[in-house]
C-alpha cells in the first residue's frame, strides 16, 4: 500500500524561495516519497486519510487507538468474531471486557498533514537537493587552497552520499508525534 507523500512540490519551492531547477523537478518527488515513509516510521504515524485493524490489549476496560485523529470505529470484535459494543471518546474505546482480554478494532484515522510534518519533510527534500557534489561523493572533509587562502568543509554525516535521510532534528520532530500510551491502573478493594 503506497501512501500519499506529506508534502509536496509546491511546499519545497516555497522552502527554497524559487522554482526548481530541471534537475530537482525530475528528483523532487522520488525524495519526498522517501522522506515521507522515513517520517512516518520514525514517528509511528500515517496522517493522511487511513483504515487500520488492530489487535489491542484490553486495560481496565479501556483499548488506546494509535493513529490519530480518529474519525470512525467501524467494528470492535472479540478473538472469536463476536461484535463487541463500545463508546469512543477520542482516541480512547471502552469495552465491557477484562483486563488481559483482547479486541480487534477496524477504524479510519487521519486528516490534513500537520503543518510541522509537511514543513519539514519539505525542508528534508531541499536538504538533500542542496547537498555538496562533494559530500554526495561520499568525501567527509574538503579543503581548498587559493593562494594564501584556505577553505576547509567538514560535510555532516546524514549528507555523506547524497541520500535521502532525517537529519538529527528532523528525527527529533518525527520522534515528537510517536504516541506514548498511557497506562490505566485498576485497583481492586
Known amino acids: 500500500m503506497t501512501l500519499e507523500t506529506l508534502a509536496d512540490k509546491e ?106 510534518v509537511r514543513l519539514t519533510i519539505a525542508d528534508v527534500a531541499r536538504q538533500v537537493l542542496s547537498i555538496n557534489p562533494n559530500a554526495a561523493e561520499g568525501v567527509t572533509q574538503y579543503s581548498e587552497t587559493t593562494g594564501p587562502f584556505t577553505d576547509q568543509y567538514t560535510y555532516a554525516t546524514w549528507a555523506q552520499g547524497g541520500s535521502t535521510r532525517l537529519a538529527p532534528d528532523d528525527l527529533a520532530v518525527a ?5 506514548k500510551i498511557p497506562n490505566v491502573w485498576v485497583q481492586s478493594a
Open 11 to 116: 511546499d519545497v519551492k516555497k522552502i527554497f524561495g524559487r522554482d526548481l531547477t530541471p534537475d530537482e523537478e525530475a528528483r523532487v518527488g522520488a525524495i519526498l516519497d522517501k522522506a515521507s515513509e522515513l517520517f512516518r516510521s520514525a514517528s509511528g504515524q500515517q496522517f493522511t486519510e487511513g483504515r487500520s485493524t488492530v489487535r489491542l490489549k484490553v486495560n481496565g476496560g479501556r483499548v488506546y487507538l494509535r493513529q490519530r485523529k480518529v474519525a470512525e470505529v467501524h467494528s470492535v470484535r472479540d478473538d472469536t468474531g463476536r461484535t463487541v459494543p463500545h463508546t469512543l471518546l477520542g482516541q480512547w474505546l471502552t469495552v465491557p471486557r477484562r483486563s488481559h482480554s483482547f479486541v480487534i478494532v477496524d477504524y479510519s484515522h487521519g486528516g490534513d498533514v500537520p503543518d510541522l
Open 175 to 179: 520522534q515528537s508525534f510517536k504516541v
